[in-house]
Antibody
Framework: QVQLQESGPGLVKPSDTLSLTCAVSGHSISSNNWWGWIRQPPGKGLEWIGYIYYSGSTYYNPSLKSRVTMSVDTSKNQFSLRLSSVTAVDTAVYYC??????????????WGQGTLVTVSS | QSALTQPPSVSGSPGQSVTISCTGTSSDVGSYNRVSWYQQPPGTAPKLMIYEVSSRPSGVPDRFSGSKSGNTASLTISGLQAEDEADYYC??????????FGGGTQLTVL
């Protein structure tokens, strides 16, 4: 059974960098899947942030691209998110997830439980 | 990329059918069958309900079905049950190799 677990600070100061890690268990991160991040501000909808392949290839949401960096550590079977210059609007529950993409499909089949990150001084 | 357009809310009585629409553009929904739907009860992570427009993962009841016409995808829930009350989100692959979500639809079972 594939499991994903987010970890990182729950409180980040404005203008700082938000850093989260997602530990994957029950499945190799070096498989034919994309590993991504999605966020959800309190009371609002889902926003796709981006995903990364184990080779290091990335795709980001154009609206966040200038502030987002994703990385993967195959030796630890985990991947990470960094979001720079955060403001209050970046306060959200952040989910890590596995995305399965093929010629005919692209869908998120496994999600972490989510972690709330609050941006505040 | 702009979010896909969903109605903010829909409702139905137990046993009835409801349909949630998801409208995109020729750069996402209209060009690919890579449309998926997710169910999110309050306080929980989303759950995959439909992928590839109309395919159901193992364990998802066949009361849930999906379809697509042009730039609009739809999720239909038949035989509505109280446990179906949740937020529903559509998602599509885009021509930029990214994903985009809809704004979400709150389903109320009356």
């Amino acid at each position: 059974q594939v499991q994903l677990q987010e970890s990182g600070p729950g409180l980040v100061k404005p203008s700082d960098t938000l850093s989260l890690t997602c530990a994957v268990s029950g499945h190799s991160i070096s498989s034919n899947n994309w590993w991504g991040w999605i966020r959800q501000p309190p009371g609002k909808g889902l926003e796709w942030i981006g995903y990364i392949y184990y080779s290091g290839s990335t795709y980001y949401n154009p609206s966040l691209k200038s502030r987002v960096t994703m990385s993967v550590d195959t030796s630890k079977n985990q991947f990470s998110l960094r979001l720079s210059s955060v403001t209050a609007v970046d306060t959200a529950v952040y989910y890590c997830a596995r995305t399965h993409c093929s010629i005919t499909s692209c869908y998120i089949d496994y999600w972490g439980q989510g972690t709330l990150v609050t941006v505040s001084s | 990329q702009s979010a896909l357009t969903q109605p903010p809310s829909v409702s139905g009585s137990p046993g009835q059918s409801v349909t949630i629409s998801c409208t995109g553009t020729s750069s996402d929904v209209g060009s690919y069958n890579r449309v998926s739907w997710y169910q999110q009860p309050p306080g929980t992570a989303p759950k995959l309900m439909i992928y590839e427009v109309s395919s159901r993962p193992s364990g998802v009841p066949d009361r849930f079905s999906g379809s697509k016409s042009g730039n609009t995808a739809s999720l239909t829930i038949s035989g509505l049950q109280a446990e179906d009350e949740a937020d529903y989100y559509c998602s599509s692959y885009t021509s930029s190799s990214t994903l985009v979500f809809g704004g979400g639809t709150q389903l109320t079972v009356l």
